[in-house]
């Protein structure tokens, strides 16, 4: 057991460009979760999935954000036309789901975006 | 998810018992308590949760009142390593059901 394992691990872009951030979770896990933090805050929740299906996605998920889960293995968060308030620490977590039981959450180390 | 209203900050000298309290009182009937700790550039961290009895695991123990509009988690013997922000989300962690983060404790643990 790795851990969740996220790429990169710093981000700087400049504004409008296309950004992309991978996430490998815990291997076995089903649920996937994307998160957002900035400074001096909780982390926000983003979206989540349930192997490959994405079953949820917070209003706060703008259309220029879009993620992915293929084969329910690892994620990809895109942002399109990074706008400065994109700056973030994005947060991913996994966590083995059964049925009654309560979740705990795993989550990597976040990547840090910088927006110039 | 229960609105949860901790300390923004607490410190504890090295050694001794760390109570960090957190206030929920419009929890309802069958929402949980759950704490999670985030140290300096790693993401958060499950540590314990409850309903209404008391729990202990090999990291912490909580405290939850009676009436459940509060509780206390407690790190018996605080180390440097505990120094951490901590959260404490009144809510439910199963089904479809997803965890709201407050802006938690910042707990230093002093030398």
């Known amino acids: 057991d790795t851990g969740v394992s996220q790429n990169p691990r710093h981000k700087i872009t400049k504004r409008g460009q296309n950004v992309t951030f991978r996430c490998d979770p815990i291997s076995e896990h089903n649920r996937l979760y994307w998160y957002r933090q900035t400074l001096g805050q909780g982390p926000e929740f983003l979206t989540y999935f349930q192997n490959e299906a994405q079953l949820e996605k917070s209003r706060l998920l703008s259309d220029r954000f879009s993620a992915e889960r293929p084969k329910g293995s690892f994620s990809t968060l895109e942002i399109q036309r990074t706008e400065q308030g994109d700056s973030a620490m994005y947060l991913c977590?996994?966590?083995?789901?059964?049925?009654?039981?309560?979740?705990?959450?795993?989550f990597g180390s976040g990547t840090q975006l910088s927006v110039l | 998810d229960a609105k949860t209203t901790q300390p923004p900050s607490m410190d504890c000298a090295e050694g001794r018992a760390a109570n960090l309290p957190c206030n929920h009182s419009t929890i309802s009937g069958n929402e949980y308590v759950y704490w999670y700790r985030q140290i300096h550039s790693q993401g958060p961290q499950y540590i314990i949760h409850?309903?209404?009895n008391n729990e202990t695991n090999e990291m912490a123990s909580l405290i939850i009142t009676e009436d459940r509009k509060s509780s206390t988690l407690i790190l018996p013997h605080a180390t440097l390593r505990d120094t951490a922000v901590y959260y404490c989300?009144?809510?439910?962690?199963?089904?479809?059901?997803?965890?709201?983060f407050g802006t938690g404790t910042r707990l230093t643990i002093i030398p």
């Open positions: 977590a996994s966590s083995l789901l059964w049925t009654g039981e309560h979740e705990k959450l795993f």
């Open positions: 409850g309903l209404k």
């Open positions: 989300i009144a809510g439910y962690s199963f089904g479809n059901e997803k965890l709201t």
